[in-house]
């Protein structure tokens, strides 16, 4: 018999870890306390990376895997795992990540994290186009045809077989964004060449609210130029490029919050950085006195103040320009701010302002545990970190969002 590892812990991506003499292996597709036989596939000076060959012993959180293709696709990571240890997992990832890059001296509550749909949550889907529709395999640009996948929405995953059946082969991109509680569907063709699109229009127009087909520039070939969303009693447009958070129930979730850590009052002026399309202060404008948004994408801004008059906002303003090359320039005093950052966090700039603002509260809205935990370290010189709620916007995937409350000292 080959020799069998016991698999220790689980990384923050989700993979097992075997700690023994020499580097750690990471091993994809395992959970701790199983027992297996692995293969090397990849090797570094300090670390080695294997599969799982055989199984002695599985944990009894290892679910069995639904879609056909998870071996071989990217776009899942944690397929199986039971989605209450996924669950179990993300919030302790979190802990780990604050314990390991946060002083020790500061401490706040963590909340339990807010659970998601399994399956079906995705309202937008990048289908990659080679013949058939597919997704690129893990760290690939190899593309995995696919028939279906259990991440989409319904209504993204009837039109699979649909755009199937069309000749594809000028494509090298389909994106599919469909709305939950308005039933809107858009597709968007990335051609290489041009076509005609007769039969296209004539295939998917009982199915989809809007066609677009983009070469050099963008056109709509069909239907409504946008589609909506509705979030509580807020409605948003979508249109081709618009950023919009791809699960649309956790993201009710997500801002309800945020409303309850800015816990902003009728007299109250808020700062909403980073603002995208501005769903965040849309949906809390009408509990305060005004909001302004800064967002340095152009078209995220005009979708904003179409979104603002969709919602007869008149408290709001947006500034079109990047946060860092402006922050330092906002004269008015904000008594909430909130921001939402990229991956990479906050620049120093922006944290400097946050520092000497003089704001109550500050809301910092995480799509990273790590570049969080650096920037509360320099925050908490002014500001006691309250509060902070763990969210599961992409289940099946080792990505956890966090929402922090920041009271001033």
């Known amino acids: 018999m080959e020799k069998l590892y016991k698999i220790e812990k689980l990384d923050h991506q989700g993979r097992g870890i075997i700690r023994e003499n020499g580097p750690i292996i990471f091993v994809e597709n395992a959970l701790p306390d199983e027992q297996v036989e692995i293969k090397i596939v990849k090797e570094k000076k300090q670390l080695k990376e294997a599969q799982v060959v055989?199984?002695?012993?599985?944990?009894?959180?290892?679910?069995?895997?639904?879609?056909?293709?998870?071996?071989?696709?990217?776009?899942?990571?944690?397929?199986?795992?039971?989605?209450?240890?996924?669950?179990?997992?993300?919030?302790?990832?979190?802990?780990?990540?604050?314990?390991?890059?946060?002083?020790?001296?500061?401490?706040?509550?963590?909340?339990?994290?807010?659970?998601?749909?399994?399956?079906?949550?995705?309202?937008?889907?990048?289908?990659?186009?080679?013949?058939?529709?597919?997704?690129?395999?893990?760290?690939?640009?190899?593309?995995?045809?696919?028939?279906?996948?259990?991440?989409?929405?319904?209504?993204?995953?009837?039109?699979?077989?649909?755009?199937?059946?069309?000749?594809?082969?000028?494509?090298?991109?389909?994106?599919?964004?469909?709305?939950?509680?308005?039933?809107?569907?858009?597709?968007?063709?990335?051609?290489?060449?041009?076509?005609?699109?007769?039969?296209?229009?004539?295939?998917?127009?009982?199915?989809v609210s809007s066609i677009y087909v983009k070469k050099e520039k963008l056109n709509c070939i069909y239907g409504m130029p946008f589609i909506e969303e509705k979030i509580g009693d807020c409605v948003f447009k979508i249109s081709p490029g618009s950023f919009f958070q791809v699960n649309t129930n956790q993201a009710k979730k997500l801002y309800d919050i945020v409303l309850k850590y800015a816990n902003v009052q009728t007299e109250d002026s808020v700062l909403d950085l980073y603002c995208g399309t501005g769903t965040i202060g849309i949906y809390i404008s009408k509990y305060?006195?005004?909001?302004?948004?800064?967002?340095?994408?152009?078209?995220?801004?005009?979708?904003?103040?179409?979104?603002?008059?969709?919602?007869?906002?008149?408290?709001?303003?947006?500034?079109?320009?990047?946060?860092?090359?402006?922050?330092?320039?906002?004269?008015?005093?904000?008594?909430?701010i909130i921001v939402d950052p990229p991956r990479s966090g906050l620049d120093q700039k922006t944290i400097t302002y946050l520092k000497q603002s003089g704001a109550k509260r500050i809301v910092y809205v995480s799509c990273d545990p790590v570049t969080l935990a650096r920037d509360l370290n320099q925050l908490k010189e002014k500001y006691h970190i309250k509060e902070l709620t763990p969210v599961d916007m992409f289940p099946q995937t080792y990505h956890v969002e966090c929402v922090c409350m920041l009271n001033r000292r």
């Open 288 to 336: 305060c006195h005004n909001v302004l948004g800064i967002e340095m994408n152009k078209h995220a801004v005009q979708d904003a103040l179409e979104n603002q008059k969709l919602n007869h906002i008149h408290n709001m303003e947006f500034i079109c320009n990047d946060v860092s090359n402006i922050v330092d320039k906002i004269v008015d005093k904000y008594s909430v």
């Open 54 to 207: 055989a199984y002695y012993k599985q944990s009894s959180s290892r679910n069995k895997v639904k879609c056909p293709y998870y071996n071989q696709c990217g776009g899942c990571h944690i397929m199986h795992m039971s989605y209450k240890k996924q669950l179990e997992w993300k919030e302790e990832k979190v802990k780990e990540i604050l314990n390991k890059f946060m002083d020790s001296s500061v401490l706040f509550s963590i909340q339990p994290i807010v659970a998601s749909e399994e399956w079906n949550y995705r309202n937008k889907a990048t289908f990659q186009v080679k013949q058939k529709l597919g997704y690129f395999a893990q760290k690939t640009n190899t593309i995995v045809p696919v028939e279906q996948c259990n991440l989409v929405d319904p209504n993204i995953q009837k039109l699979i077989p649909i755009l199937s059946t069309l000749d594809i082969s000028s494509c090298s991109q389909i994106t599919i964004r469909a709305s939950k509680n308005t039933n809107q569907t858009m597709v968007i063709f990335d051609m290489k060449t041009n076509i005609d699109t007769t039969k296209i229009v004539e295939t998917l127009k009982e199915y």
